[in-house]
């Protein structure tokens, strides 16, 4: 299971206490039970808010050894077998100039 990132946890601890004191607030509630109802409510919104938070893709190892290519990558970058070409291979994006 991958570990929560920094705004995961920031956003569902928000959640979690404005959703807390804006539910006891609004529902006036002095009993244990209801402080215990809404407490658990407002775990579960705020657990959901972190697990919907867009997690961002990570670029490194894991996706050259399932010999994904990152979005944008050249066919040199793509290809197991290719080389890239050298410091004097001219291209159409990038001629060499003497």
Do not use: D, N
């Not at 920094?6 to 959703?19: D, N, P, R, W």
């Not at 002095?30 to 657990?47: D, H, K």
Request: glycine share 10%; proline share 9%; charged share 10%.
């Amino acid at each position: 299971m991958p570990r929560p990132t920094a705004a995961q946890l920031a956003y569902g601890s928000a959640t979690v206490i404005v959703s807390t004191i804006a539910m006891l607030l609004l529902s006036q509630t002095s009993t244990g039970l209801g402080v215990a109802v809404i407490s658990a409510a407002a775990l579960a919104l705020g657990l959901l808010v972190a697990l919907t938070v867009p997690v961002p893709k990570r670029r490194g190892r894991h996706a050259a050894r399932t010999g994904a290519s990152a979005p944008g990558a050249s066919a040199a970058e793509a290809a197991p077998g290719a080389r890239a070409p050298g410091p004097r291979t001219a291209s159409a994006e990038h001629p060499v100039h003497h």
